[in-house]
T-cell receptor, first 111, second 113 residues
Framework: GENVEQHPSTLSVQEGDSAVIKCTYS??????FPWYKQELGKRPQLIID?????GEKKDQRIAVTLNKTAKHFSLHITETQPEDSAVYFC??????????FGTGTKLQVIP | DAEITQSPRHKITETGRQVTLACHQT?????MFWYRQDLGHGLRLIHY???????NKGEVSDGYSVSRSNTEDLPLTLESAASSQTSVYFC????????????FGPGTRLTVT
């Protein structure tokens, strides 16, 4: 089955700096890569996703890049703000529309 | 507005008891999923369903069961609760036709004493 590894597990940045979270996946058939943000005590919510036919996608301060050859994808957050503090999960959709999640990155933005 | 709900939101039960967690969605999604979330493990898939009468085991299915008798509901049953099943449980749903975004319920915090 699919295996998704996510790094780092914790990340602290100064407000205004950029944050990068990286994930690798094992199943070359995976074709959809969502990123979820989970605030403390809340449910995970989709913030951005990318499909395998696209190399990069941006939405305001967040962007995701995908390298299918290397089987890795990354989340980039620019101009970080305190409200970006949360746990971020990457995921990969493989066979049978089953999503496998990474183990999460706890991002702390220091004001 | 469409939504996905879970009940109860908090549950304390004793070892050995049978527990059922409810999940109800009004998105009319065919796909439904149950995850457990534990520190350091992220979201791990327990069971999933692609439609009525369809159920499949995920990576941590031992001690859990599900049934799908209609599109809206996928209840999760712990046959004989164990302390190792203390966790936060999330239900999710997604369209089978795309986009494949999963919509999560608010979660159920289960404590087994």
């Amino acid at each position: 089955g699919e295996n998704v590894e996510q790094h780092p597990s914790t990340l602290s940045v100064q407000e205004g700096d950029s944050a990068v979270i990286k994930c690798t996946y094992s199943d070359s058939a995976s074709n959809y890569f969502p990123w979820y943000k989970q605030e403390l005590g809340k449910r995970p919510q989709l913030i951005i996703d990318i499909r395998s036919n696209v190399g990069e996608k941006k939405d305001q301060r967040i962007a995701v890049t995908l390298n299918k050859t290397a089987k890795h994808f990354s989340l980039h957050i620019t101009e970080t703000q305190p409200e970006d503090s949360a746990v971020y999960f990457c995921a990969a959709l493989g066979g049978y529309q089953k999503v496998t999640f990474g183990t999460g990155t706890k991002l702390q933005v220091i004001p | 507005d469409a939504e996905i709900t879970q009940s109860p939101r908090h549950k304390i039960t004793e070892t050995g008891r049978q527990v059922t967690l409810a999940c109800h969605q009004t998105w009319n999604h065919n796909n439904m999923f149950w995850y457990r979330q534990d520190l350091g493990h992220g979201l791990r898939l327990i069971h999933y369903s692609y439609g009525v009468q369809d159920t499949n085991k995920g990576e941590v299915s031992d001690g859990y069961s599900v049934s799908r008798s209609n599109t809206e509901d996928l209840p999760l049953t712990l046959e004989s609760a164990a302390s190792s099943q203390t966790s936060v449980y999330f239900c999710a749903s997604s369209s089978s036709e795309g986009p494949y975004e999963q919509y999560f319920g608010p979660g159920t915090r289960l404590t087994v004493t």
